[in-house]
Each structure stands twice: as structure tokens, then as C-alpha cells.
């Protein structure tokens, strides 16, 4: 309906153009929105208003001219022309039936939108670093991430999910070297634990499996190990310089090899298990980008031969220089350190560079919002690259909290004291957590309640919404029971009888379906879905405890049940896009 009349309103554009009125270079963006009042039509539109300055006329005058043009549809019963300019539509109230063929015709393909067609863009989302399991901080970027790419494919874009592995640097360099000393325990040497390394129970397991599968192949006397080590911070030393002098330690004793044999078994079996949690949540990616690539492949070298070429590297104590505070940063950022080594944002400029190369007309990353004042920095590298920085998207999501009761749960990889976003699955399930997680706009704080995500009944929004999809099925099922059978053609025949107040609600926002969508995916607003699906299952519940389905009026009967099985239709298109569960019976 709302495409129909933005066509309409294009054709009328399009007229005023031929006749001079409008330049015919004008760019015309169409704005349609549902009044808010019925006094005031079904839709509304501000395009005399926008369209009034380049055509140097009044308002007003415009809009009687673009209304003059609107060609004769059906769809309308009157136009008016409202305040200084506002064109409103009054719709044939008969056309609202013809949602319910439409949803039947289109099924499961219902919603789906052309809009991105022909545009390619890449959602990177999670990209924790694979240094132990995920927690339920990174399940909130997991969901709102896969919604955010399924509900772009939804409206016509073509989508890369990618998970970023940060597999290089100094954290990957402290697994490694907690793996080793967890390993050396298994081999029977008794030594501290450094208070700075990965104390997870998953480091012994990953120790375990190295010994299980190489003996005591890279076991080295603990008196060698902590030789001149300095001291730890509960010794009173610098746990930072601890744990890098026996990184140093490692690698010496080890030898290239051998260090990188207990570096990939650590990284191996925590990406296996990152991808095995993801794909268990309903995520998937169709690449997954190795930082240390980058290194290997000459990027970041290339990288920063292009920023020095357009002359945004300098030379300082010893260090290699970004000027970003010229491109809108609050400071220049190091990029090459004194001793040679190429910073952790280097490699970001070299990624972002082949995010560039690979063609994306829009890169969406998604972090988490303690990363907001790296964004200046990265928008900066853009523009220093020769890039439009409109093509970069950042959009940040805040942790969730999660309570056991009034008590919050302390998250840290570090210390190992966090809960896994496969144990909040567990607990919960798939489909609440999903659900939860993408109720809120990303970026406002969320407590993961987890009593509430448990309930069984009408004050957990995805039972209440899941219970909807599963009424309607208990309806068909009560029909099959009576030996009845539903006549398509003569409930699609007879929809004009569905002139109840709550029929009448449930008509109305099952055409919203695809307005909602398609804004949600352009708004990167997958609430607005959430939404969207809770206020129609809070109209079906409504409308199925004041009526009755199978009434004898075979006619009312079938025009009942075509109606609800487009909301049935409706709750399972958007549930499917949102990877949540469509259940027959709760």
C-alpha cells in the first residue's frame, strides 16, 4: 500500500517535470509515514514541502499541483492538503483486505524488499579476541549483528557477514604462553602462575589436549623457565613486566617452532570453539579475516606506504607517526613503534584498506561501545587512504549485564570468572537469548534478566510472542479434530465480514510488515522488529480471546481463518529472520 502510493506520488513528480515545474534533474526523495490521527488520512506526506525552495514556489501551491497530478487509483478516496503543505491520504477501507491475499500469495517471501538491490555491503560483528570462550557480553554483538546482516539480505542488499580474528599481538602471545606453563604443570613441574596470564579452566583443558597429543615434547626445567624473571605483582613486582619477560622466556626456550606449535593449539581449539558457539546461536559468516594475514601478506607495509604517500606519516622519538588529529582525530596515533613492531591499529588501517579494495559500497563493523573513541581514528585512516568515510558505519553495542537475582555476575577472560554465552544457551535457550538481546536499541545498557527469560507465561515477551504462532496452529488442529476443512477461496471471498475492532487492528499492522522491516534494515533497528512482532501477537492474543474461529457461518468461519493465518504467516516470517523458533504447540 505504502509502495503503491510512493509510485503514485513518483508519477505525479515525474508530470510536473514535463511540464517545467519541477527541474528535471531534481532528486525527489518520497517520505511517506501513517498519520497519527485517522482525521487526518492514512498516510502523509511532506514532498510539496521539501520539493517547494528548488522549485522557487509556495508550498502550498505546489502540493495542489502534485496533488492534481496523482493519477486515479482505487487505493485512494481523497486527497487533501494540510497546514502548509502536508498532502494526506485517505485509503478505500475495502483495500485493506487485500493484505491477507497478498500475505498468502507472497508466504514465506512476504516483507522482502528491493530497495538494497544491487548494493554489496559487509557486516563485521563479534570479532573477539579468540583468547578464551565467548561470554555473554559478546552474545549481544552476536545477535544484534546476525540481525542487522539478515535484515539488510531481507531488504535486497547483498551481505559478507565477517568475523575479524585478531590471531596476532601481545594478548595472543599471553594465551601462548599460559598454555605452556599449564602444560608444564602436566608435565609434573610445579611453578607460580603468573597473576596476568589466562586463568580459565578451558587454558588446563587446552594444556591437557597438547600433552595428550605430544608427550613431553616442549617440557622445559621450571628452574630455566623462571630464571631472572622478575618479579610478580603479588611478589611485589610488575605483573606486566612479569608476564613479558616470560613470553620471552617461552619463545627462547622453545625455539620459532616450537612456540608457534603451542601458539596454534591455543588459538586452534578457542576459534573451534568460538565458530561451534556461533553456529549453535544461529550465526554464520562467510569469512573469517586472520589479522596475522595481514602481516604475512605485506598490507600493513602497504598500508602505510599510502598513508606516507599523501604525506600523513611522520618521524618521532623513534616512532612512526599517524597524523590523524588533521583528519578530525583528538591526537596522532604511533603506528611503528621504537623497536620496529607495527601497533595493533596498523593493522586496522591495513585491514580497513582491503575492506576498501574488496568493493563494499557500505562497511558496517560492529563494536562494542567501550570502542567508541577509537572511531575518530579509524574515520580518520579512511579519509587519509583517499576513501569517503559515509562508506564506514559503526554501530556500538553495550554489554549486557547479567543478574542472578539482585546480584550481578563479574565477567573476565582474564581471571576465567565470566559465564559463557553457551551457558546462558543452555539455561535459556537459543531463542530467548536472540530475542533479548536485540529488545533495545544497541547502544542502551540491557540487564539480562534471567528469571524472566525462563517464564512461561505472558510477562516473557518471546513466549507471549511465540504463544501467538502456536494458537493459531491449535486452531487449525481443532478444525482437523471437528473434521472440518478451511475453504481458501471462499474465506479470501468473504474477507469484507472481518469488521470487528480487533480484525480490523490485525489488518492494519499486518501491512506494516513491510514498512517495518525495510526500516528496520535501513535504521540497522532490529527492536524495531521486536516491536513490531510483540504489539501483533499482543492484538492476536486479544482477538483470539474475544472471538471464536470456528463459528457455523462458513463463510465469517474461513474469512477468520485466512486472516489469522496471515498473522501466522506474518509472526513466522520475521521469527525465521530473527533465527527464533517458530513452535505448533507451547
Known sequence: MKHKLEYLLQQAVTALKTQGILDPDLGAQIVLERARDSQHGDFATNLAMLLAKP??????????????????????????????????FFINPDSQFQIVKQIHDAGSEFGLSSIGAGKKVQVEFVSANPTGPLHVGHGRGAAYGSAVADLLQAAGFEVEREYYVNDAGRQMDILATSVWLRYLEVCGEVLPFPSNGYRGEYVREIAFNLHKKSGNDYRRPVELVLEDIPADEHQGGDKEKHIDALIERAKTLLGPAQYQDVFQAGLNEILADIKDDLREFGVSYQHWFSERLLMEDGSIRQALQRLD???????????????????????DRVVVRDNGQSTYFASDI???????????????????????????????AMRALGADESRLKVLLVQFAVLYRGSEKVQMSTRSGEFVTLRQLRNEVGRDACRFFYVMRKSEQHMDFDLKLATSRSNENPVYYVQYAHARVCSVLRQLDEKGRERNLHLGMEHLHLLTAEQETALLTTLSKYPEVLEKAALQYEPHQLIQYLRELANQFHSYYNAHQFLVDDEKLCNARLNLICAVKQVLANALNLLKIHTPESM
Open 350 to 380: 591495513a585491514y580497513h584498506m582491503n575492506k576498501l579494495d574488496r568493493g563494499f559500497d557500505q562497511i558496517v563493523n560492529i563494536w562494542g561501545a567501550d570502542h567508541h573513541g577509537y572511531i575518530p581514528r579509524v574515520k580518520a
Open 55 to 88: 522549485a522557487k514556489t509556495n508550498p502550498r501551491q505546489l502540493a495542489e499541483k502534485i496533488v492534481a497530478e496523482i493519477p486515479a487509483d482505487d487505493l485512494i478516496v481523497k486527497v487533501e492538503i494540510a497546514g502548509p503543505g502536508f498532502i494526506n
Open 309 to 331: 604517500a599523501a604525506g600523513y606519516l611522520y618521524e618521532k622519538d623513534g616512532a612512526t607517526w599517524f597524523a590523524s588529529n588533521r583528519l578530525g582525530d583528538e591526537k
